[in-house]
């Protein structure tokens, strides 16, 4: 975890001196925003192609695509998720600064997906109208890091794939509009 890592750990872990570390970040904090921002900005330019992409289709494929990469993104850099999970699990207690950051930075994802979901809700009329879109996009953006995180504990006997199928087939499926 964050907390019990030291710099002098991170130092050696990418092969340098702390003092060489210190330079450049001069505190841990630092360091972790530093990292936040870099993985934001990957997530970002992945997710604007996808969206992009499936921009003229019905809101249940733009929400597909959306879940598609997350869900590509989280298989290519399982450490993409675990690094959201877990220093969402430990910045809400322990660094405001850090847990700020990483809120605005996940309400990026979640305002896309909530306006998704409202398109389809009130506009194409495909999705279900009887949850928040607001909501319902935090729960599917949590869902996704959920997934990742617990599948890396069991991961000597849950694949990746088949738990993220599932969690497709309840999102999307279970997003469409119920028929009269």
């Not at 570390?21 to 360091?31: A, I, Q």
């Not at 220093?87 to 979640?110: D, Q």
């Not at 389809?120 to 990742?148: C, P, W, Y």
């Not at 000597?156 to 279970?174: E, I, N, R, W």
Request: glycine fraction near 6%; proline fraction near 3%; include cysteine.
């Amino acid at each position: 975890g964050i907390l019990s890592t030291t710099m002098a750990d991170l130092a050696k872990a990418i092969r340098m001196t702390p003092s060489a570390l210190y330079w450049h970040f001069p505190n841990k904090e630092e360091l972790v925003l530093a990292a936040l921002e870099e993985l934001h900005r990957r997530m970002v330019v992945g997710f604007s192609q996808a969206l992009v992409e499936s921009k003229n289709g019905s809101a249940k494929e733009q929400l597909g695509a959306f879940l598609r990469h997350a869900q590509k993104l989280f298989q290519e850099h399982p450490d993409y998720g675990i690094f959201f999970g877990m220093l969402s699990a430990e910045a809400a207690e322990n660094s405001e600064v850090v847990a700020s950051a990483l809120r605005e930075r996940v309400s990026v994802y979640c305002g896309l997906l909530a306006r998704i979901i409202q398109n389809g809700q009130h506009v194409t009329k495909e999705l279900r109208n009887d949850a928040d879109a607001f909501h319902l996009a935090h729960a599917i953006f949590a869902s996704l890091m959920g997934v990742r995180v617990h599948q890396h504990l069991f991961r000597q006997s849950l694949p990746y794939d088949p738990l993220v199928g599932a969690l497709d087939l309840l999102l999307l499926d279970g997003a469409v509009a119920i028929k009269p």
